[in-house]
């Protein structure tokens, strides 16, 4: 029902916390049904505290590397 109002937030909190929109975050902005689970997802996957914050980042920037991430 609010899902423009979603995607315009989530614009914004994403641009907000990186300083710049992102291309994969440009693509799933088209796909709102898939964009908004994947928000719900990162969120929680950033409050848990079942794994420390600096292993967190650690593994992002490996996951980064093994697919040749540019960003």
Do not use: N, S, W
Not at 6 to 29: H, S, Y
Not at 41 to 61: C, E, G
């Amino acid at each position: 029902m609010f899902t423009r109002l979603k995607v315009a937030l989530i614009r914004r909190f994403a641009k907000k916390r990186l300083g710049k929109e992102i291309a994969p975050l440009k693509t799933l902005m088209t796909h709102p049904d898939v964009l908004i689970p994947y928000t719900q997802f990162t969120m929680a996957l950033d409050k848990t505290k079942l794994v420390p914050a600096k292993l967190k980042v650690l593994a992002q920037i490996r996951a980064a590397k093994q697919v040749e991430c540019p960003f």
